[in-house]
């Protein structure tokens, strides 16, 4: 099997703030303009020291839309999307599928689901107003129905500095990065928060890490829940990085080959066209990345 089940999402970079922000005459409250004037002002940056809340909130579910991924079975006759679609005989063998078992399961039965990225909103996304929150793996008990969640020893997290709008959208592809996949990259609208953008993210393929550049993230605002429901971000993989970066020998198929192998125009994919973008004149592949946040208790 192609195997991704052991992919995570960490980010790392820059920790951008908070505290003031100077409001311009035209559409100051939008999420783009409030970030552009922030002063960077956040202490104890390892994003644990404020009181635990009642509730955590956890990654529930994680997809990658765009782009998709072409496994080579037999090129060119079989060059299956294996994005959200199992390859024939290999159940669970859909990249989606296997990111979203280490989220639901526990596959190495140590009594924890195999992966729990958690979320602390340090205060209320209410008004355009400049808010935090952390981000940092916690341990999350199995099986999903019953979990509580808590963070390990010596947690160390990573702060956003976000803006909540109640007009403008927050998150939208760029025009003419994505390939027309269904289901769409899709856009958050008001009321809804965007982050800072951050310099880097790596996204762990079976132990492989593909670093992401521009990283942006936006998430939807209930009014009963807050930041509850659907969170999108995105991140730029440069092709020499997709070149550089090899494969497990031991998967089937694309062992010892670059990762680009997966990607539409990249190299030795058995896919027809393209799905490559530019960044700064650079190319590569931008990633659109879809998750579900909910609450969860914390573990007594």
Not at 47 to 67: H, N, Y
């Amino acid at each position: 099997m192609l195997n991704f089940r052991t992919l995570t999402l960490a980010i790392t970079g820059v920790l951008l703030a908070n505290a003031s922000y100077a409001q311009t005459p035209d559409n100051a409250n939008a999420p783009e303009a409030v970030l552009a004037e922030l002063v960077p002002d956040w202490f104890f940056s390892d994003g644990l020291e404020f009181v635990m809340p009642s509730a955590l909130i956890r990654t529930t579910s994680l997809k990658i839309r765009d782009p998709h991924f072409f496994a080579p079975v037999l090129p060119p006759i079989l060059c299956p999307d294996f994005t959200d679609t199992d390859i024939a005989g290999q159940p669970n063998s859909a990249v989606n599928n296997q990111i979203n078992l280490t989220l639901t399961t526990d596959g190495n039965t140590d009594g924890f689901l195999d992966s729990s990225p958690l979320w602390i909103f340090q205060n209320a996304l209410v008004g355009p107003q400049i808010r935090r929150f952390d981000t940092a793996d916690g341990q999350c008990s199995a099986p999903l129905a019953s979990t509580s969640c808590s963070f390990p020893a010596a947690t160390t997290a990573d702060t956003y500095t976000v803006v909540s709008s109640g007009a403008d959208s927050c998150f939208s592809p760029i025009a003419a990065t994505t390939g027309g996949y269904t289901p769409s990259v899709a856009t958050v609208a008001a009321p809804c928060w965007l982050g800072a953008a951050k310099p880097q993210a790596s996204l762990n393929f079976n132990g492989v890490a593909v670093p992401l550049f521009g990283v942006r993230t936006g998430g939807a605002v209930t009014a009963v829940d807050g930041p509850i429901g659907r969170v999108m971000m995105r991140g730029f993989l440069r092709e020499s990085d997709a070149n550089a970066i090899l494969l497990p020998a031991a998967l089937p198929l694309i062992g010892g080959r670059p990762f680009s192998v997966l990607l539409k125009g990249g190299t030795g994919s058995c896919a027809t066209g393209s799905d490559k973008d530019m960044l700064d004149g650079v190319s590569g592949w931008w990633f659109y990345m879809e998750q579900t946040i909910a609450s969860v208790p914390i573990t007594p």
